[in-house]
């Protein structure tokens, strides 16, 4: 119980560079590390001696990793797509673009709409049985209907993208409002606020850290609209190299389109999760002192 | 601030009644209950747990409507017949249970709200004054944390500082120290007993802890089991300030042996219906 | 609820409501129900150039509502439309139910056994921001059938979270109930069946039921994708997709809306068995 009189003389912990040293160092003295990479190394392996090693049947089909990363790597690739090539960074922005924009949609029309849900219960019963009737038709259902309403090859794919990652963002900022404890709203108007204190000082703050939470799901789930989208219609992008590659029976390139949208997709959760934490500092503090 | 509170901060609750009805299902939390707290008095509420001590805050604080019966604050109609939900506002200042700090604003920012938002004083203005109360309750430097970076203790010290601030009528407490140890606990209470002696701030103290009751309080007041009602009222008569050698004195022990028998039956009763407690 | 009401002393005016009025006078539901209706008479508004005198964009492209019903009322009928319904169905269990029997196990382990984890965590870790959907072609590749394809990148779609769900789920268990059941003498045998599987149950329904649209939405594009046809065979993405090709877009949005019911339909489903399986949660 430190509050009588130890306050002055705090420990202060260590922070940036020397603290991820620090963190790195104990690490290394733990068999975690070397467990990790023995786990990635067996994995590799394996996949190195069934498909180049042995050439087991029906394995001897796909690219081995040895292939891809050496294609991937060759300044002068055989099958026309490697790190450097510009095509395979058009494809790559391409995507990104896609994302960005539908994702950045989403999250504009979607915070709001679900705080608005959360804040006013007339609002939330008369806009949520709508959303909760579409929310069941899974995107790729709407693809068509996309192509239908949407001209080009553009509007569909971003329209889809948008779809998805739309209803988790309103739904998972409706639901960080409703966990805000009912406490924090009581408090609030005995100090004396108004309606518009209470929407920015308690409903946006408090649903914050849900809202975040919901925003990496939303960027997840636009990848997975997006590839969808992509594959079915449109050219360039990601999805369509893959879909692409297959058709001309180029699966090195196949393969090196599936792992680089594994590492967009993971780029782009962790940026929002970054975001997340420099809006929350609040939590962030709470979460180090428990341990977390 | 210290001169003329006395005079203000009476409650007076007459023949409350209390029904929620949840499915349909009338529950009575609270029957004809009577109470008369007068302007700068610490009143305790001691009885089992979820007996309706927490439904006499809300109907005072406004958070619930009441059934039937009045609340008055200094002869003000608080909540009856006519309106059976009591205003919320910055004259009867609630401390949580489980503490209302809000986790997304500093120490200084959640005292410095209230002012703001009632636009009584600018945000800067409010900050300094925030600064110098959490000062004053020895938190000086610890202002610009957040509240889940210091102990509960100091939370539950600025928030009273958080009501404080707004210069309430009525301090309401809800059983603000039920989860600390009891040395914590003692710290606690001199805090807010040297903010009484300061303010004379009229204190309503729900509880079910009779020794820190008696040891708090001018009056304590027993509380039935649900449905609640007043079963006995005792008063304290230990002069202020009261230090922690009170604790030891031989008047202090009688009085809490002389309302231990009466929280005991009530307890009793409580624990053999075997109800899951109302929120 | 009923319990305490009998117990305690009930208060003098002891009115009782039906639940069925009480579910009627309920504001919510009236206007749930005013803003279905809304939504259902603007679709129809805008997309009939015979009421608005010009085409409104996007939904002036699209069938009205009474369009869609003459349609379904047409195709009702049809053996093919509850083939493709049965089709798509199978498949999505058969996808599903491997992904939990492997997901399930694979998940405690890796909450159990350090060792365990270290290893096979990194790999999975991996793969995991890999879209489903990306897959299907490499899938296509490896596997001798289509069926199977469709069969594998089902399983891969809800794999993933059934595996990341369960890991939580059991990792976040109180280390007390651990301790208090091995100070009573548990076995390891013991602490697993009685303390760390139903622990993880919740989670292990969270992670079915997200497991369950995954799955929908994952068949759906193999079946589009795959182009149905010989081995494919049918299934609602196929449906959509040759009635899109063959021009008739009322078709395509009863397709959709099959589909919704049926996603809703199974996930229902999920959340009833979740109910009965945790007796102790029902409470609250």
């Known amino acids: 119980m430190s509050e009588t009189n130890l306050t002055p003389a705090r420990i202060e912990r260590p922070t940036g560079l020397a603290m991820t040293m620090h963190n790195w160092k104990t690490a290394l003295k733990t068999q975690t590390p070397y467990l990790m990479t023995f786990g990635i190394a067996l994995w590799l392996g394996a996949y190195y001696l069934f498909v180049e090693g042995w050439e087991l049947p029906r394995f001897n089909k796909l690219p081995g990793p040895v292939e891809v990363i050496t294609e991937w790597l060759n300044p002068d690739p055989d099958w026309g797509m490697s790190l450097f090539t510009p095509e395979y960074y058009d494809h790559v922005v391409v995507s990104c673009r896609r994302i960005l924009i539908s994702f950045g949609i989403a999250t504009g029309v979607g915070v709001p709409l679900g705080l608005f849900m959360g804040w006013s219960k007339i609002f939330r019963d008369y806009t949520f049985p709508i959303l909760e ?18 001209s080009g090859f553009e509007t569909p794919v971003i329209f889809l993208a948008t779809l998805a990652s739309l209803f988790v963002t309103t739904l998972n900022t409706l639901l960080g409002v409703d966990s805000i404890d009912d406490d924090y709203f009581r408090a609030a108007k005995s100090l004396g606020s108004k309606k518009h204190h209470i929407f920015f000082h308690i409903v946006v703050p408090g649903a914050l850290p849900f809202i975040f939470t919901g925003l990496q799901i939303s960027v997840g789930v636009a990848w997975f609209s997006l590839v969808a989208a992509e594959m079915v219609s449109g050219e360039f992008g990601l999805g369509y190299l893959i879909v692409d590659s297959y058709m001309n029976i180029t699966y090195v390139t196949m393969v090196i389109g599936m792992l680089t949208l594994g590492f967009t997709g993971w780029a782009s959760s962790v940026i929002v999760r970054m975001v997340g934490n420099r809006m929350m500092q609040w939590r962030l503090r709470a979460l180090a002192l428990e341990g977390r | 601030m210290s001169d003329s509170v006395n005079s ?43 007996c309706g001590k927490t439904t006499l805050l809300n109907g005072i604080a406004g958070f619930h409507s009441v059934t039937e019966g009045e609340i008055y604050l200094d002869d003000e109609l608080l909540c009856g017949p006519s309106k059976p939900k009591a205003e919320q506002g910055a004259d009867r200042m609630v401390v949580f249970q489980h503490g209302a700090l809000f986790p997304w604003k500093t120490l200084a920012e959640n005292v410095a709200y209230g002012p703001m938002v009632q636009g009584v004083l600018k945000k ?72 009484y002696d300061r303010t004379k701030v009229t204190i309503f103290f729900i509880t079910h802890d009779l020794e820190e009751a008696i040891f708090l309080g001018d009056r304590v007041a027993i509380m039935t089991t649900r449905p609640a009602t007043i079963k006995k009222i005792v008063d304290v008569k230990i002069p202020r300030p009261r230090s922690y050698e009170t604790l030891s004195s031989e008047e202090f022990r009688k009085l809490v042996d002389e309302t231990k028998e009466a929280v005991h039956e009530e307890a009793i009763k409580a624990f053999e219906a075997g109800e899951r407690e109302l929120a | ?84 319904f049965y089709l ?55 596997w001798p059938t289509t069926e199977m394809s469709i069969a594998f990148v089902t399983f891969l779609g809800a794999f993933f979270t059934i595996v990341i769900n369960v890991l ?10 651990l301790r208090a059941a091995k100070s009573m003498g548990a076995t390891q045998w013991d602490l697993f069946t009685k303390v760390i599987l139903p622990g993880t149950l919740p989670s292990i329904f969270t992670g079915a039921a997200v497991g369950m649209g995954i799955t929908w939405e994952v068949v759906l594009a193999g079946e589009m994708l795959s182009g149905g046809g010989q081995q494919g065979g049918g299934g609602l993405g196929f449906f959509i997709w040759s009635s899109y090709m063959g021009g008739t877009v009322a078709q395509v949005i009863v397709g959709m809306i099959s589909i919704g019911i049926a996603g809703y339909l199974s996930s229902s489903f999920i959340r009833y068995i979740g109910v009965v399986s945790m007796p102790w949660r029902r409470l609250f």
């Open chain 3, 1 to 84: 609820m009923a319990d305490v009401a009998q117990s305690t002393n009930v208060g003098t005016v002891p009115v009782k409501r039906s639940k069925l009025m009480k579910k009627l006078q309920n504001k919510s539901l009236w206007r749930g129900v005013v803003a279905l209706v809304g939504f259902v008479l603007f679709w129809e508004v805008c997309s009939q150039k015979l009421y608005m005198g010009v085409d409104v964009p996007w939904i002036g492209k699209i069938p009205p509502p009474t369009e869609v019903y003459d349609e379904w009322k047409k195709i009702f009928f049809w053996p093919g439309y509850w083939e493709s």
């Open chain 3, 168 to 177: 939580g789920g059991a990792r976040n268990i109180d280390v007390q109930y």
């Open chain 1, 133 to 150: 009737t579409l929310r069941p038709i899974p995107i790729l259902a709407w693809v068509p209907l996309a192509i239908l309403m949407f």
């Open chain 2, 124 to 195: 800067n203005e409010a900050l300094e004054k925030a600064g110098h109360m959490l000062a004053e309750a020895g938190l000086g430097d610890v202002g610009h944390k957040y509240p889940g970076e210091v102990s509960s203790g100091m939370a539950r010290r600025a928030e009273i500082v958080r009501a404080l601030i707004n210069d309430p009528k009525v301090l309401l407490l809800d059983e603000p120290y039920r989860a600390m140890d009891s040395l914590t606990k003692s710290i606690m209470h001199e805090a807010l007993l040297e903010v």
């Open chain 3, 88 to 142: 798509s169905t199978a498949r999505v269990f058969a996808g599903f139910a491997m992904a939990q029997l492997i997901g399930i196990p694979f998940g405690l382990l890796l909450a159990i056994n350090r060792y365990f984890r270290d290893i096979f965590f990194p790999p999975f870790e991996v793969l995991r921001p890999i879209p489903p959907l990306a897959w299907v072609p490499a899938s296509i590749v490896f």
């Open chain 2, 8 to 50: 203000r901060g009476a409650i007076s609750i007459r023949n409350l009644t209390k029904i929620y009805d949840p499915d349909g299902v009338n529950v009575m939390a609270v029957d004809n209950c009577s109470l008369e707290i007068a302007a700068g008095e610490v009143c305790m509420i001691v009885g089992p747990s979820g």
